[in-house]
């Protein structure tokens, strides 16, 4: 009932003979999405701005206008996008409508998608060049804790962290160290490395860091989405005709 099947030990199914389908491409409007719904409350702290208002704040202000945070413009900006599967392609899309340019790090580049504002890169240099980096790769083997002290040292200092793919490619303890220190300038995520989140995770004592409840993927038309396909993998599978097979 999702997308990554980390969860399910697939060889061992095989070897059961157990057909193991996913279900893609439910959620790549709804996380695109949600990954700018974390971008933009960081560049601009919507909600922290209108609840000083409902608290007073701009009624006993002396100006028309205040702001209790920097705040960050887009355009013009560099997003390194680290996978460039269904949702890290909507993404860069959506990054170049804000004026952005969209570099991105992918195992399998498609240079059909090169232009004036997209392009591949290795991923060192994805992490030097990027004022924005989202993660949106699988849980693998060479994925795990790839975003750790080394690869935040090759960052720029001030970068934005998005991550809407799987808690555990970052080491969390690394990451709220540079937050701490300003290299990371700021980061959200939706997904961590225990879920629920443990009420003793180092997280929790951040600066600079948002964290939801592993959303990205649940509006309802995505959940209706992932329904359905679910449904015809179903009935696939009984007609003799698997799809989405991730174990073949």
């Given at each position: 009932?999702?997308?990554?099947?980390?969860?399910?030990?697939?060889?061992?199914?095989?070897?059961?003979?157990?057909?193991?389908?996913?279900?893609?491409?439910?959620?790549?409007?709804?996380?695109?999405?949600?990954?700018?719904?974390?971008?933009?409350?960081?560049?601009?702290?919507?909600?922290?701005?209108?609840?000083?208002?409902?608290?007073?704040?701009?009624?006993?202000?002396?100006?028309?206008?205040?702001?209790?945070?920097?705040?960050?413009?887009?355009?013009?900006?560099?997003?390194?996008?680290?996978?460039?599967?269904?949702?890290?392609?909507?993404?860069?899309?959506?990054?170049?409508?804000?004026?952005?340019?969209?570099?991105?790090?992918?195992?399998?580049?498609?240079?059909?998608?090169?232009?004036?504002?997209?392009?591949?890169?290795?991923?060192?240099?994805?992490?030097?060049?990027?004022d924005v980096i989202s993660l949106h790769v699988p849980l693998v083997e060479n994925t795990h804790g790839m975003i750790d002290n080394v690869a935040i040292s090759k960052?720029?200092?001030?970068?934005?962290?998005?991550?809407?793919?799987?808690?555990?490619?970052?080491?969390?303890?690394?990451?709220?160290?540079?937050?701490?220190?300003?290299?990371?300038?700021?980061?959200?995520?939706?997904?961590?490395?225990?879920?629920?989140?443990?009420?003793?995770?180092v997280l929790l004592d951040a600066p600079n860091l948002i964290i939801t409840p592993h959303i990205a993927w649940a509006p309802q038309e995505a959940r209706a989405r992932?329904?359905?396909?679910?449904?015809?993998?179903?009935?696939?599978?009984?007609?003799?005709?698997?799809?989405?097979?991730?174990?073949?």
């Amino acid at each position: 009932m999702a997308t990554g099947y980390n969860v399910v030990d697939v060889q061992a199914a095989k070897s059961l003979k157990i057909t193991v389908c996913n279900i893609p491409d439910y959620g790549t409007d709804a996380v695109a999405q949600y990954v700018f719904a974390l971008l933009l409350a960081m560049c601009h702290r919507v909600e922290m701005h209108s609840r000083s208002v409902f608290e007073g704040e701009w009624s006993n202000s002396t100006d028309f206008c205040y702001w209790k945070s920097p705040l960050v413009e887009l355009a013009g900006k560099t997003m390194g996008i680290v996978g460039l599967g269904r949702i890290g392609k909507r993404t860069g899309e959506i990054a170049n409508a804000f004026g952005m340019k969209v570099i991105a790090y992918a195992r399998h580049p498609d240079l059909d998608l090169v232009n004036e504002s997209f392009g591949y890169v290795t991923l060192d240099e994805l992490y030097e060049q990027s004022d924005v980096i989202s993660l949106h790769v699988p849980l693998v083997e060479n994925t795990h804790g790839m975003i750790d002290n080394v690869a935040i040292s090759k960052m720029k200092a001030g970068v934005i962290l998005i991550n809407t793919s799987r808690g555990p490619l970052i080491v969390e303890a690394d990451l709220v160290a540079a937050l701490r220190s300003g290299k990371v300038k700021s980061a959200a995520l939706d997904v961590v490395s225990v879920e629920p989140i443990e009420k003793g995770s180092v997280l929790l004592d951040a600066p600079n860091l948002i964290i939801t409840p592993h959303i990205a993927w649940a509006p309802q038309e995505a959940r209706a989405r992932l329904l359905n396909i679910a449904a015809n993998n179903l009935k696939a599978f009984l007609e003799g005709a698997p799809t989405n097979v991730v174990n073949q």
